[in-house]
T-cell receptor, first 112, second 117 residues
Framework: DAGITQSPRYKITETGRQVTLMCHQT?????MFWYRQDLGHGLRLIYY???????DKGEVPDGYVVSRSKTENFPLTLESATRSQTSVYFC???????????FGNGTRLTVT | QQQVKQSPQSLIVQKGGISIINCAYE??????FPWYQQFPGKGPALLIA?????SEKKEGRFTISFNKSAKQFSLHIMDSQPGDSATYFC????????????????FGQGTILTVHP
């Protein structure tokens, strides 16, 4: 089934470790986004990308790194995980800047 | 800085009742206001959206009311059903042609809706 796939669904890691969350979409959408969801904060934008090799910071980018060498992939890396990065992470994509935003089913990350 | 404020944080409604969720925004450049619905273990999905050139949009039991002067918009769910129990997010973005916002959505804090049978 075409769509947007995130992996892993669940991840537990230790403080200080590097973690990469994967996002793959089969629609060839130009725009991709990473959000984190925390109770009381809703969804906050971490990074976004308008096309391959074009990325920019969102509202809460500190401690995160992204890359987009291929249109269909948009991995999110936590360089040195901290407990405050415990969250549910959602990847999303859209065809154009005014088309509906489609979300993956999220990755629940716990940093111990 | 919370540019979109949503209330209430949680809402309990009886089956058949009306659910109302409110949002207020600060940035007058916003020109697209969608609502997303999220079920447990799933990503949010677009429910309904409105542009500021209209004051109301209805799709089935779901209605968005928009007040540009007050910078507020709300979601009304008529005849609420247990299957509507979910988390609802309002959002806002800038879609003005020629802009560089890439349609980034700013979300509200979310409302957990529970509809009792």
């Amino acid at each position: 089934d075409a769509g947007i796939t995130q992996s892993p669904r669940y991840k537990i890691t230790e403080t200080g470790r590097q973690v990469t969350l994967m996002c793959h979409q089969t629609w060839s959408h130009s725009y991709m986004f990473w959000y984190r969801q925390d109770l009381g904060h809703g969804l906050r934008l971490i990074y976004y990308s308008a096309a391959a090799d074009i990325t920019d910071k969102g509202e809460v980018p500190d401690g995160y790194v992204v890359s987009r060498s291929k249109t269909e992939n948009f991995p999110l890396t936590l360089e040195s995980a901290t407990r405050s990065q415990t969250s549910v992470y959602f990847c999303a994509s859209r065809l154009t800047d005014n088309s509906p935003l489609h979300f993956g089913n999220g990755t629940r990350l716990t940093v111990t | 800085q919370q540019q979109v404020k949503q209330s209430p944080q949680s809402l309990i409604v009886q089956k058949g009742g009306i659910s109302i969720i409110n949002c207020a925004y600060e940035n007058t450049a916003f020109d697209y206001f969608p609502w997303y619905q999220q079920f447990p273990g799933k990503g949010p999905a677009l429910l309904i959206a409105i542009r500021p050139d209209v004051s109301e949009k209805k799709e089935g039991r779901f209605t968005i009311s928009f007040n540009k002067s007050a910078k507020q918009f709300s979601l009304h769910i008529m005849d609420s059903q247990p299957g509507d129990s979910a988390t609802y997010f309002c959002a806002a973005s800038i879609l003005r042609a020629g802009g560089t916002s890439y349609g980034k959505l700013t979300f509200g804090q979310g409302t957990i809706l529970t509809v009792h049978p």
